[in-house]
């Protein structure tokens, strides 16, 4: 079983669905019943992967020593920023170390989510560090790490948010709302899943091996396609299920390919990861970087901020060529794009003309599509195959 797919799956969640419908209109708490939920959905899920599920027992140990222990050694002797580097990557470790082990195929320390649970626990850690986070009960903690729904693909949630609803008993009115809401996003979500993304899978493998121009040019649209209603539909799921057990978490696309530039697609595209990644790394390495005098304008800060956040970002998917590829290709866009509407005449005296927007919403998409033919590894494969 696996989670959103297969009969059993669903079978299982309206069952819990319904329990907490129920709990929701009678106006009781659902957060003892969500950490159940939790608990059992991970079980089943893991049952028949002995390996993973042993590595996702170690794995959650690990976070609570160091996010407990963490936040015990910053009450009592404060910021110290060796310490605070030290537990940060004791928390990242098992992630890099299983990303290593995939250059050699290994399955080290590899289990489902691994990486979404990192963002939360490294989340988390740095926050306390900040000042942000002085209390973390040991069962809210496991809630918010566990949470099934978005524990395999996202979205990426913040745990002070977590936390407001994880402790919020709504009304009888507040919570039928987050009912319809939630039902109506797993709806959009099964379409999007079961019958765009099917639709464009299969068209992607009618083109796949053609040897014309225009094959290998649908091969690109149908992947970006695919990629986009598989993964949107797969969010969307798990919102609607996190909403029906109390929590709103975060959406995770808001219509990516009518961006006007490359900067709004990454507001609109896999959201949750992309404001993770800017509030963690790009906004900390730019007051780093203005703090200590590295670069002489902002503007040459900002655009190396944006090709190491994102080049991070395509080693977080991967350490193959493709993903830093790709991670790169967009780091330079995005560098690019800040430097061109800082500078250009051009854009400032016609970005706010409807006929621009259009063109700039033409261009960007057709960037986008490029990049996930990078993505796909498809163009590695196209360059070794000229090269040979």
Known sequence: MNFFEGLNFFTYLIAALSGAAVLGILEKPLRHYVFLLSVLFITAVFWSKPQQFLYLLIYVLLQIVLVKGYLAIRKRYGRKAGIYHIFLVLSIAPLLINKIGGLFHLSVLGFLGISYLTFRAVQMIIEIYDGVIEEVPAVEFLSFLLFFPSISSGPIDRSRRFHEDYEKVYTRQEYLELLGDGLMKIMLGLVYKIVLAALFAKWMEAVAYGETWYAGIGYVYCYGFNMFFDFAGYSLMAVGTSYILGVKAPD??????????????????????????????????????????????????????????????GAWHGLTVSYLLYGLYHGVLLALTEIYQKKARFYKKYKKKKWYQAVSCFVTFQLVMFGFYIFSGR??????????
């Open 252 to 313: 995770n696309f808001r219509l990516p390919f009518i961006s006007k530039d490359i900067k709004g697609f990454w507001d609109r595209w896999h959201i949750s990861l992309s404001h993770w990644f800017r509030d963690f790394i790009f906004s900390r390495f730019i007051m780093t970087a203005i703090r200590k005098k590295w670069f002489k304008t902002r503007l040459t800060g900002a655009s190396i901020g944006f090709i190491i956040n994102m080049l991070v970002m």
């Open 379 to 388: 163009m590695i494969e196209t360059v070794a195959g000229f090269i040979k």
